[in-house]
Antibody
Framework: EVQLLESGGGLVQPGGSLRLSCAAS????????MTWVRQAPGKGLELVSS????????YYVDSVKGRFTISRDTSKNTLYLQMNSLRAEDTAVYYC??????????????????WGPGTMVTVSS | SSELTQDPAVSVALGHTVRITCQGD??????VNWYQQKPGQAPVVVFY???NRPSGIPDRFSGSSSGNTASLTITGAQAEDEADYYC????????????FGTGTKVTVL
């Protein structure tokens, strides 16, 4: 079964740091790009950061550039999001998602076909 | 980044049909994907690409697209379909890989 499981969320003071992890299982991790999506309380979905299958290409939404770092460890099948200089507006549920759905004959890359249950990050004093 | 606009809320009588729309310039160029999110749960893809429904998703969910507008139709809505629905596509502006719609709350009466 294809699964993603986030961990590392919690309560942190403004200016603090957290590292989120996303453990992947049930698929060939190295073959897929991965993404972090967040959802502030009562709000919609926002793509935060993405990383390519090779790890060589990364993307960050403007509001987290210079503060967040996405990475992946293929030996551990794990995705990370290092979050520094946290602000109140970073408070959200953070989801990791797998990019792309492949069958034996065709791949469709532009869909987030598997999501983790999410981990809550609260930035407050 | 580009924007995808959805109606904030729609309601449908049990067993009736509801259409959820998504508008944006990126839809002229890229396929749209639709995600269902129930309270306290992660999003789940219910329709994606040109004409793809993941296994386990009922066939009452269907999608279509024309020009800058895409639609998700629920034919014969059930109580369990009450949820938030988000569209998403590639972003046609520079260096933004994907964009999400603003979301539609579907209430089944």
């Amino acid at each position: 079964e294809v699964q993603l499981l986030e961990s590392g969320g919690g309560l942190v003071q403004p200016g603090g740091s957290l590292r989120l992890s996303c453990a992947a299982s049930g698929f060939t991790f190295v073959n897929y790009g991965m993404t972090w999506v967040r959802q502030a309380p009562g709000k919609g979905l926002e793509l935060v950061s993405s990383i390519s299958d090779s790890g060589k290409s990364v993307y960050y939404v403007d509001s987290v550039k210079g503060r967040f770092t996405i990475s992946r460890d293929t030996s551990k099948n794990t995705l990370y999001l290092q979050m520094n200089s946290l602000r109140a507006e970073d408070t959200a549920v953070y989801y990791c998602a797998k990019e792309g759905n492949c069958t034996p004959t065709v791949c469709y890359w532009d869909v987030f076909d598997v999501w983790g249950p999410g981990t809550m990050v609260t930035v407050s004093s | 980044s580009s924007e995808l606009t959805q109606d904030p809320a729609v309601s449908v009588a049990l067993g009736h049909t509801v259409r959820i729309t998504c508008q944006g310039d990126s839809l002229r160029r890229y396929y749209v994907n639709w995600y269902q999110q129930k309270p306290g749960q992660a999003p789940v893809v219910v329709f994606y690409g040109e004409n793809n429904r993941p296994s386990g998703i009922p066939d009452r969910f269907s999608g279509s697209s024309s020009g800058n507008t895409a639609s998700l139709t629920i034919t014969g809505a059930q109580a369990e379909d009450e949820a938030d629905y988000y569209c998403s596509s590639r972003d046609s502006s520079t260096n933004h890989p994907y964009v999400f719609g603003t979301g539609t709350k579907v209430t089944v009466l």
